[in-house]
């Protein structure tokens, strides 16, 4: 094995840079073959050599840079430096640069390690579009979008907000495909943008078939309905679709805000229950926000969300109340009692629909039925209980019923039922054929917000309903003659009136 190369110099000095070239052939097998670029500065800062790497990597302009352009105090730094490659694009390069010193402690010479860290960049600054940007529209995703609208409400300044909801998205993707979805989706993206192209405006898709349009508003941004028929006018326009013309509708829900002091969640989420409000309406209908109609509309949805647990600690109970006729008790009336702590009571109607909306129609059927059961088999009276729309026409309802009859012991003819009228709307025959169980059972029927409407009238003659509740009685004159005038009609069925005295020709008096 061949002996490194030794270097001879006065006792006491250092070698010199040129001499640094004789050290050991290890140091300079790993110059020369290293694929980091390496190279060697004296101690005035001027080139002394650079390997074959570092060569290839950067120009003879940029390697005169190299040390004076590092910004260097010390043994040692490392920093992230531009340059641009033969091709005039940007190379990005970590130097690390070292200083090796004398045996007085003062710098002999410098080492710069140079790599290429372009790859490397570019991948990054790509996982970090594509985390910020939706990869089937390229549009800016939530987690882009929310900093987005948090820079421009710090702003003074208005802005105008709107959410949209893509109709047709599902369909399409049953009817032709996900691909076909997928190309809506892209198209839908396009369009918005082209309508807010003027605007300083920034087009977002937050998942799904949801978009956002936030626009920074100027003198020439148009109102709110102006920009709502323009978007609708954009989307209007068929697109082609595997051969077919699919059209294309949109809900939206407009905020327009001043944006310095508003907040960003609490811009999206009005933005977004203004939306689900139009909707409500049917598809392709937009709405603008409001802000008492927001309030209670929160109201409504922060009850929905603490009433089951409302539920199962016993926070929701029964009240009876008497049902007299001329003056005497025959019957009480079961009603539901919830006091809320924040929002104060929740009328029985109110319970009974956001049971409906939660799903909870049966289980809170099955507990009603228990009790009040339970308490008229004790009092030896009938008692009324209302049942919700979605339990009315609940294919199962006869099942609570009956067990709620046996395990009380009370006669099925003191169990009076009272179905939802608004449920025949919904589901007539569902409807119709728990009337006729419940009157095989020997339950008397009736049916409450009853307006008088065909099919309530011809469930009353046809199934022999024991009575009806009519609705809230009309304050127009006219109205009112029209209602007393059908009440005779009612009663030559067999059928009594009931009212909670608000209507003085009821032959049941519900007494609160």
């Known amino acids: 094995m061949t002996e490194p190369a030794r270097v001879t110099h006065a006792e006491g000095s250092a070698p010199t840079a040129v001499e640094a070239w004789a050290l050991p052939e290890l140091f300079r097998q790993v110059f020369v073959g290293s694929t980091a670029g390496i190279a060697i500065f004296d101690a005035h800062g001027a080139l002394v050599g650079a390997n074959p790497a570092l060569e290839a990597m950067l120009s003879p302009a940029d390697l005169a840079t190299l040390f004076g352009g590092t910004p260097f105090a010390g043994d040692e730094v490392k920093v992230q430096r531009q340059f641009t490659d033969s091709d005039g694009e940007p190379q990005w390069t970590t130097v690390a640069l070292s200083a090796v010193r004398d045996g007085d402690g003062r710098p002999h010479w410098h080492v710069a390690v140079v790599e290429d860290t372009t790859e490397q960049r570019v991948l990054r600054d790509y996982l970090r579009h594509q985390s910020l940007h939706d990869v089937l529209t390229g549009l800016p995703n939530r987690q ?14 208005s802005i105008t907000l709107c959410y949209l909801d893509v109709d047709s998205v599902a369909i399409v993707n049953d009817g032709l495909g996900y691909e076909a979805g997928d190309e809506l989706l892209k198209v839908v993206a396009r369009r918005l943008t082209e309508v807010v192209a003027g605007e300083n405006a920034t087009v977002a898709r937050l998942g799904g078939d949801e978009f956002v349009v936030l626009i920074e508003d100027s003198p020439t941004t148009p109102g709110i309905s102006a920009l709502a028929e323009a978007i609708e006018a ?15 509708s949109a809900g939206m829900g407009f905020v327009r805000t001043s944006a310095r002091g508003s907040d960003a969640m609490a811009l999206l989420r009005q933005a977004h229950s203004t939306l689900r409000r139009a909707e409500s309406g049917g598809k392709g209908q937009w709405g603008i926000y409001d802000e008492g109609q927001d309030a209670r509309d929160r109201t409504r949805l922060s009850l929905l969300a603490t009433m089951p647990g409302a539920l199962q600690n016993g926070e929701i109970a029964l009240d009876y109340l008497p049902v007299d006729r001329d003056g005497d008790q025959v019957a009480v009336a079961a009603r539901l009692r ?3 702590a924040e929002y104060g009571p929740v009328s029985h109607g109110e319970c009974l629909r956001f049971a409906d909306e939660l799903g909870l129609g049966g289980p809170l059927a099955e507990w009603v039925l228990e009790e009040a059961c339970g308490f008229a088999a004790v009092e030896r009276l009938p008692v009324l209980v209302q049942l919700s729309a979605g339990q009315s026409r609940d294919p199962d309802l006869t099942a609570p ?3 709620a009859l046996r395990s009380s012991g009370l006669p099925p003819d003191r169990l009076w039922l009272s179905l939802s009228a608004r449920a025949m709307a919904e589901d007539l025959d569902a409807v ?11 339950v008397p029927r009736l049916l409450h917000d009853v307006t008088f409407a065909l099919p309530e009238l011809s469930a009353v003659e046809r199934h022999g309903l024991h009575g009806v509740e009519p609705a809230v009685p ?3 004159a006219l109205a009112h003659k ?14 009594l009136v009931v009212s909670d005295g608000r209507l003085p020709e009821a032959d049941l008096v519900v007494r609160s």
């Not at 954009?234 to 294309?248: F, K, S, T």
């Open 338 to 340: 919830w006091h809320e």
């Open 474 to 476: 009309p304050a127009e």
């Open 144 to 157: 882009s979008f929310l900093p987005k609208l948090e820079q421009v409400l710090s702003r003074p300044g």
């Open 234 to 248: 954009a989307l209007v326009e068929p697109v082609r679709l595997g051969g077919h013309g699919v059209g294309v």
């Open 401 to 403: 019923v009956a067990e």
């Open 432 to 442: 119709e054929d728990n009337l006729t169980a419940l009157g095989d059972m020997g």
């Open 482 to 495: 029209a209602l007393t005038a059908v009440l005779p009609l009612v009663r030559s069925s067999g059928a």
